[in-house]
């Protein structure tokens, strides 16, 4: 069995810093040989609540985690309280001592305690700083590197603001040492590491992935858990050289960004569930004007409000069939942060090349969660636009109609401002010139036939982008004795779970759908066809992607394990369930 990643949680009142404090011990392992993966969970509310921040830290990449705990530190009794049941044996409970009463008959035997006075006594009025108290006293007890975290705040601060949170951690270090000696549960060693790092979440890899893939232009209306990408796009716009703009409302966003494209400019907006709904009618409008759009839609609780800081993976129907009339649309679902980078490239390439809306359907735990990660390889990434016309063409093809009946559905397209260019974009049904069809005395009595030969048009894109598109990964051994089969940010806990089920001698293999539209229905069957026995894991209660199987491939999947709690897969619940369908 190999080494288990070390996990601790923080956890106090919102205004602590709590979020940094997993981060600084995860920035610190970064930089030193190891790997770590932060998840934050924070309630819904402008002040006030509960916040925790797991790290786990790992001498192998990680990119998922287990509710089990090796260390808490505790500056509120509702995380103590949440937690006596997810603590590992032996584990540690550092906690403040003036407002935190562990409750003995619930902590489990073999943890250990060790109270001490870090809010007020160490920081005074200061609770921001509360977060450096902790972490030096959990390097003290828990065997961390006090002088990898003071590297890191180092890098991150200056002044005065440095000074006093240096001289914080080595004093709870020193009280906590005083105090209780050392616990020593930190199992790795840090050493000095030349390979180059990242620490980011999915939403910044979406975001690097534009840029790389020449984004200009991007709009939106905050709105959890998509606003980190205008917000890293909006504070890196000077840097790459693009505009952002908050619009006032989502309608009034998503029309700008197909502006935008109109007008030749790469473009990305970011929204949740709610926000997509009141840019569905444009997206319809895209379609029909064939108007490259890309909108990444981050996924929360549902329905309406629902839970706006927690996952779900519920808005997969809804993004896949979303708008009036039918049209085809690409619909990517990363499942890790390489994933997040490397496949929004590929879509700003697709939504050019074929002319056509693409959503980029992530959720909040892989929106959210941040993990050292190495550098993206992005040597063989190349931008292609498609049949983006020069005015040389467009002067050797006159009269020009942006809406040519060509065989592959995809029309020589130009840009305003172009010589030769002039054309009509219609949200109406239309004809090769872009004109209206309905009630024009130029078509009297063709609007039927220019109808279809319109809807024709648009659906024969959808071979040519299905042969293209990578809509599956199969991971794995082609031959096993299960299938799992899941989309989107399960990816990594599903790779964990079947890797601790293989160390028993079974074979699991696993279909993840990266695109699930246009739905690969081809590769999905030929995988489900040498498929003894499959489970479907989603974060959903109506098994969504197992409906889209069905309606494409008529196969009915063997069984599910379906979460709808709001909280992420972790790996040991999925490997039991795996090890349930195969008994």
Known sequence: MSQQPFTVMFGGQAGYGIMSAGIMLARAAGRNGLWAFVVNEYPSLIKGGTNTCRASIDNKPIETYEDGLDFLCALSQE???????????????????????????????????YPLKLIGTLTGDAKVMANSAMVGAFCSLGGFPLEAVAGIMRSEFKGEVLEKNLALLQQSFDAARQQHGVHSAFPFTLQPDSQKKMFLNGNEAISMGAIKAGVKF????????????????????????????????EIAAVNMLIGAGFAGVRAIGATSGGGFALMVEALGFAAQGEVPLVIVEAQRGGPSTGLPTRTAQADLNFVVHASQGEFPRIVMAPGDIEECF????????????????????????????????????????????????????????????????TDDGISPRAVPGQKGGRHIATSYTHGEDGFYSSGNREFAGQEPAITAAGTDKLFNKVPAMLKEIPGIKLHGPKDAELTVIGWGSTKQAIVEAINQVSETGKTVNFLQVVYPSPFPAAAVSEVLAQSKKTLLVEGNKTAQLAGLIRAHTGYTVTATYLKYDSRPFV???????????LA
């Open 79 to 113: 995380v103590l309280d949440q937690n006596y049941e997810h603590l590992n044996t032996g584990a540690g409970i550092l906690y403040d001592s003036d407002t935190v009463k562990p409750d003995m008959a619930l902590v489990p035997a073999g943890v250990k305690l």
């Open 218 to 249: 991007a709009a939106g209306y905050p709105m959890t858990p998509g606003s980190s990408v205008l917000t890293y796009l909006a504070d890196h716009s000077a840097q790459y050289g693009l505009v952002f703009k908050q619009a006032e409302d």
């Open 342 to 405: 490397t496949e929004t490239f590929r879509v700003f390439n697709l939504v050019e090349k074929y002319q056509v809306p693409g959503i980029i359907l992530t959720d909040k735990y892989l929106a959210d969660s941040s993990a050292v990660h190495a550098y993206f390889d992005d040597s063989e990434l190349k931008i292609d636009r498609g049949k983006l016309v020069s005015e040389t063409w467009l002067a050797e093809n006159q009269p020009y109609a942006r809406y040519a009946l």
């Open 571 to 581: 790996p040991s619940a999925i490997a039991a369930k795996i090890e349930e369908v």
